[in-house]
């Protein structure tokens, strides 16, 4: 999705430039009324935002082994000498990136020096003195006020650009690129083109957050509050990544649900309806009452008040003080008995979904054996159905997503294509199949599906696939199928047969 | 959501796409005519020999709402075509007089409509058969014969009422193939078919397909996007309806409940101990509890059905015709035996399969005449998870995948074939709450899936009945989604009981119940 959003985001940029063009000559009117708090503090941003630009490779799902490349533009932001700061959508895959200053002029070969898919942030940095030369480091907030008003500021065409933008909300979401909750500042702008680029969004010279996401005239920002605490565990050695909370929750809303459970009083607290993965007694147990989590009390909305935002959804408690493997202490009311429990954050990571939104952690996994082309099951693989994907994808492909298999796999393998060769004859209409056993071994990864087929028995390789509506079974001749294998390769002009 | 399978045989991946063309064929066909006056009845100078015994039939019909389901639809007016048979009676599709509330017959060059009822409705096979309110009416036409199935590239000629005009229409064709096709109407049967060039448009539905002056097909769907492409019924089709119901009920076309599939792979048919000779198809899954399960197994290669050679590729060779092997399954009747020639274990064997009638994937097909059963309680309205209810809560189910619904297009379609243990009666979907202060908190709207209530699972709608009515605690608990976990709800007992008259009047609902 976000590989081909960003192909989308190409295409349209001519367009979105001359709207913009447009809109700002209409906009010189009532801009005139805002120029004075501008003017008062002048930042000179040129000499801190950056252009990024990124070459990554874009996942073809139905051909894993293409490695199509993709380049893209965005924002960077110096936040330290030789460092600049940048949201990580797009670096996950990156084949070469680059910096450029001022909004025109040479490009300088950059390396990235870390990033990180939940908190979907990203440093990076040059080797060339030139660059650095006349840059200094933005001023990040530590706290960022409800509004009024902030600036928007990008490069656009080798000039910066400036526009008001509205503050309208904090919101908890999944982040842009991973799924740890994180607070998002929406704002509001009629800046117009393409948003969610790292542009800053800034007051009085000190930015407030980079933007991670947006339409043309609303966008959210990661506040800088949360930037920095990243950036501060980052270095000194103890990011322990984000986490989540892995139990569901609704609200406590309803009164006779929450005095079933033995709530008396007036309705406060979630309702935990689904536990996470602690088994021990220390985990949480549908039915139970969340009253507190770190210290703040949850309303019956499933929010809690925080010092600093207002009311936000508990979820985000999860990252607001941190990190994952850190204890929180949850205060519950379970079979009629307040007690304390100690919750361990998880760390959210897509290697432990067992069907990973993302795969990028790695060069897309895939096993051509005598022209049956297998994949892991991932979300990534679905989105290759286009952005109509959930649409056009098959449906029991996708619901792996909703409900894990009941044998307890931790991940899936699916059989995506077949390449005509003679060995696999009768078998073109064998698609989109998971595969349950091969040689009566259960199959939950590629790694599972390369030792099965070296244990051939009576002379042929046996694929049982899901119970369900598809084939359920086919074979394999053994003896000849790494000759056959060699020969669809060949002849299909794929690089490698497998890649693991 | 997904489509059933078709019966026995067939190839997964090109019959379910094919379905999906050709259930907006239904809607096309099944689209309601404006109807203009009668105009005035010019005589032909060559008067076809059986116009006199076609007629126009014009049905006023309701369907329910499923997602609100003590409602109807507004009145559909549509018209179709039917024929008169042996014994005075007209035959039509099915789908011409679903979910009638009132049925009109127009008889050939005759102002007057005559009302008419059904006797017998087969959903599986579209067809169904009508009688006069007053049978003397169609004393003196003379009743249509049927005929063979054509041969491919004869010619027929259809006629009926189809849209463009109000007098009958006829048009001429070549039998173009003759295979194993999805029927629209029941969207989870597919039945033999043969197409033709003729035009057969919305109106012709039901209507005689003519060859040598004897039936040889009902028109009956279409494929949009398809140019000169129309479907008609037949003869075994008809045949196998009218025998059906000679013992004064229609039982439907059998089900084995095995899927076949190519055997085609070298190394395939060497493990099964085969020669390449493109005879047999393999057994790759059997419906738990069906008839073939009993007698089959997976990997059984299905040599002959009945005397006909199947061959590897699942088809047989039938009148001259290549068709999925299932059309010899669709000759019988329920209750009798289909001899089998199977290869098992290295060697041929001759098994029995005794036929069944099957309508345990009701639900998933489109269901017709028999309004859903619902239960409401505290403004809870409970149905039954149904394709049709699918397709009302997610405007005809095509938007994809939403969450909310994903979980009911599973529990539907795929966990009675992944783990038929697993999988209820009928399983039950919360489809709305009616708003009123004792559920105003009640915080799952709608569309959810009921997994248990005050600790019972529920298998079926009496399930949730007795769970709320013999329950003695101060407060109903609620389960959903599953299968273990899904968010908790609960109402108060003694509130919901005194509300409920007052949610039926607000509603202007008649009964709390239809069971």
Sequence with gaps: ?500 | MQNSKGVHAGRDSLGRRFVRVVRGALAALAMALLLGGIGSAALRAEAFVAERAVVQILTSSQVPVYDAPWRFQPVQRSSGTGFVIDGGRILTNAHVIAWAKQILVRRYQDPRLLPARVVFAGHDCDLALLELIEPKELADVKPLEFGELPEVRSTVVTAGYPAGGDQMSFTRGVVSRIEVQPYAHPGNRALLAVQTDAAINPGNSGGPVIQDDKVVGVAFQGIPGLQNAGFFIPPEVIRHFLDDIKDGRYDGFPMAGVNFYDLQNPAYRRLLGLPDDGRGARVDALRAGGPAERVLKPDDVLLEANGYVVGSDGLVLYKGNRVAAAVVFQQLQAGQVLRLKVWRDGGPLEVNLPLEAYDGDRLNGRQYDEPPRYFIHGGLVFTSLSANYLDSASDGGRGGVRDELAQLGYELHHLPVESPDAARTEPVVLSSVLPHPVNADFGVRGQAFVNRINGVRITCLEDVKRALLEHKGERHRFEFWGPTYGPLEALDRAAAIAANADILRTYGIVSAERL
């Design chain 1, 1 to 500: 999705m976000k590989n081909l959003l960003s192909l989308a985001g190409l295409s349209s940029l001519d367009r979105a430039l001359s709207f913009a063009l447009i809109a700002l000559a209409l906009a010189v009117a009532p801009a005139a009324a805002l120029a004075q708090p501008m003017l008062r503090t002048a930042p000179d941003w040129t000499r801190s935002l950056v252009t990024v630009e990124i070459t990554f490779n874009a996942h073809d799902a139905f051909q894993p082994w293409n490695n199509p490349t993709v380049s893209t533009r965005k924002h960077g932001l110096v936040v330290a000498p030789g460092e600049v700061l940048t949201t990580a959508q797009y670096l996950p895959t990156h084949t070469l990136v680059r910096l450029q200053k001022g909004g025109r002029g040479r490009w300088y070969d950059a390396r990235v020096k870390w990033w990180d898919a939940q908190t979907n942030l990203a440093l990076l940095t040059t080797e060339a003195p030139e660059f650095w030369a006349g840059l200094k480091p933005a001023e990040l907030m530590t706290t960022v006020p409800a509004g009024p008003e902030f600036n928007l500021v990008r490069w656009r065409e080798g000039n910066l650009e400036s526009r008001r933008a509205d503050f309208s909300r904090f919101i908890v979401s999944e982040g842009a690129l991973g799924f740890a909750p994180q607070m998002i500042m929406e704002v509001s702008t009629d800046i117009g083109g393409r948003l969610g680029w790292a542009e800053i969004v800034e007051r009085d010279g000190r930015v407030a957050g980079l933007t991670t996401y947006g339409t043309s005239r609303l966008c959210g920002a990661m506040p800088a509050s949360f930037i920095q605490r990243v950036l501060t565990a980052y270095r000194a050695g103890g990011f322990a990544g984000l986490g989540y909370f892995d139990f569901t929750w609704q609200p406590g809303s309803n009164p006779v649900l929450v005095t079933d459970l033995g709530l008396s009083g007036a309705p406060r607290g979630a309702v935990v309806n689904k536990p996470g993965k602690a088994k021990d007694e220390a985990g949480l147990q549908a039915g139970d009452i969340l009253l507190e989590i770190g210290g703040f009390a949850i309303d019956s909305e499933g929010d809690y008040l925080d010092p600093d935002y207002g009311h936000l959804q508990l979820e985000n408690l999860a990252t607001r003080a941190h990190f994952s493997g850190e204890k929180l202490p949850m205060k519950i009311l379970r079979a009629d008995k307040e007690m304390t429990l100690d919750y361990v954050i998880p760390e959210a990571k897509f290697e432990k979904e067992s069907v990973p939104r993302e795969v990028f952690y790695a060069p897309p996994a895939y096993v051509v054996a005598g022209g049956l082309i297998f994949q892991p099951l991932s979300q990534a693989f679905l989105r290759g159905w286009g952005d109509d994907w959930r649409k056009n994808a098959p449906f029991r492909l996708q619901y792996y997503q909703y409900a894990e298999p009941p044998d307890g796999r931790k991940s899936l393998v699916v059989l995506s294509g077949v390449l005509p060769d003679d060995i696999n004859l009768g078998y073109q209409d064998a698609l989109m199949l998971v595969v349950d056993k091969v040689n009566g071994q259960t199959i939950a990864s590629l790694t599972d599906l390369t030792a099965a087929l070296a244990a051939p028995k009576d002379g042929v390789h046996r694929f049982e696939f899901m119970k369900g509506r598809g084939l359920q079974r086919l074979i394999l001749d053994a003896a000849t199928l790494d000759a056959a294998t060699k020969r669809v390769v060949k002849h299909y002009g794929i690089p490698a047969a497998t890649r693991l």
